[in-house]
């Protein structure tokens, strides 16, 4: 059974930091491309972050590139979304996602795209 569990979520304050981690079980993702979505509250979920499955090549929202780095862990199978200079509007739940294709080295953006989704972590940013 297809598993991912996301971590690292909390309460912090603006200009903070938080580093969420996304771990995949069930079957081996180091092929797949991963992502990182977000949803606020009476939002749509909307992308965050992408990253081949090689991890060479990564792509970012505009509202949060520069400030937050997508990341694999060497077995593929973990997936890190470090998030320095946090801010209100970062406020939402966060789902890392697996895509669908497999062994293409790139990045995903469309929530189509990806088909096993974790339950989310909770991040609050409070002014």
């Known amino acids: 059974q297809v598993q991912l569990v996301e971590s690292g979520g909390g309460l912090v304050q603006a200009g903070d930091s938080l580093r969420l981690s996304c771990a995949a079980s069930?079957?081996?993702?180091?092929?797949?491309?991963m992502g990182w979505f977000r949803q606020a509250p009476g939002q749509e979920r909307e992308f965050v972050a992408a990253?081949?499955?090689?991890?060479?090549?990564?792509y970012y929202a505009d509202s949060v590139r520069g400030r937050f780095t997508i990341s694999r862990g060497n077995a593929k199978n973990t997936v890190d979304l470090q998030m320095d200079s946090l801010n209100t509007e970062d406020t939402a739940f966060y789902y890392c996602?697996?895509?669908?294709?497999?062994?293409?080295?790139?990045?995903?953006?469309?929530?189509?795209?990806?088909?096993?989704w974790g339950r989310g972590t909770q991040v609050v940013v409070s002014s």
């Open positions: 069930g079957r081996t993702f180091s092929r797949y491309g």
């Open positions: 990253i081949s499955w090689s991890g060479n090549t990564t």
């Open positions: 996602a697996t895509a669908l294709a497999v062994g293409d080295d790139y990045y995903y953006v469309e929530e189509n795209d990806y088909n096993y």
